[in-house]
């Protein structure tokens, strides 16, 4: 065995040339790669076997195939194993930051929509706010504790009394393996919250409203059920594998919309 795991050896104590030819013969169909020729010495042999071709000194050329040794294969398979557990660490990390970074695009699309509705004066499809009645804005409610998903609607005024459309409001969930992190209004951490940003026809501010609303407006057209606390509202989100927060975004008091990556 001795051609397998190396270059050659000296000495052939055990086999006779014919027993050598055939051990090699079976090698050589066993084992892959080029051929090699090795010289085999053959040692001094009792005359007890009785052949006549064994003689003190005399060679034999053995002819075997080139193959792998048991410690290449083991580095080759452990290094295998080894790049192909960073390549799959490193693809379900990207692919994690990829779903966090759509869910966000998604969100900050939603609101502009939502936003470009109230501004556009939009009241429905199938007109479900009457010509008669007044539109008073389109909204987004975020649940702290529903923390994957968030709906949106459109609120109408008729006769005094505040409804919304369509029924039920629409609802987007996110990505899966996606969740609300944390909800902040002026820079305080809101806990068990509901929060509604309501979007005002024909103007460019942005309200925040508690979970009373709708009604958003009182009998005197002034805002009312508004949030306790002011100032920006900074919505961020995080993959369920991970405690922080990855993205975040920001509806300002003005109403511009923007997603930043943390």
């Not at 004066?121 to 649940?143: H, I």
């Not at 993959?239 to 923007?258: F, N, P």
């Amino acid at each position: 065995l001795c051609p397998i795991f190396s270059s050659g050896f000296s000495d052939c104590p055990f086999l006779g040339r014919a027993d050598c030819r055939v051990v090699f013969n079976g090698i050589l169909k066993l084992m892959p790669g080029a051929s090699r020729t090795v010289n085999c010495q053959l040692s001094s042999i009792r005359q007890a076997q009785d052949d006549p071709e064994f003689i003190e000194g005399s060679t034999v050329n053995c002819k075997v195939k080139q193959g792998f040794t048991l410690i290449e294969l083991l580095v080759v398979i452990s290094l295998f194993g080894i790049t192909s557990s960073l390549i799959t660490a490193s693809y379900i990390t990207f692919d994690r930051n990829q779903r966090i970074r759509s869910a966000a695009q998604t969100l900050k699309n939603d609101l502009r929509f939502v936003q470009n509705k109230a501004l556009a004066g939009d009241k429905g499809a199938n007109s479900e706010c009457p010509v008669t009645s007044t539109l008073v804005g389109w909204y987004v409610t975020f649940n702290t504790v529903q923390a994957s998903t968030y709906t949106y609607a459109g609120v109408c005024n008729t006769g005094g009394t505040e409804a919304s459309f369509p029924i039920p409001p629409k609802t987007v969930t996110y990505p899966s393996g996606v969740t609300l992190h944390s909800i902040e209004i002026g820079g305080s951490l809101l806990s068990g919250t509901v929060v509604k940003v309501l979007f005002k026809p024909l103007a460019t501010g942005v309200s925040l409203h508690n979970t009373s609303a709708p009604p958003f407006l009182d009998a005197s057209g002034n805002l009312t059920n508004l949030a306790s606390q002011a100032g920006n509202l900074v919505i961020k989100l995080k993959d369920q594998q991970s405690a922080s927060a990855k993205y975040q975004i920001t509806v300002r008091t003005s109403g511009e919309v923007s997603d930043a990556k943390l």
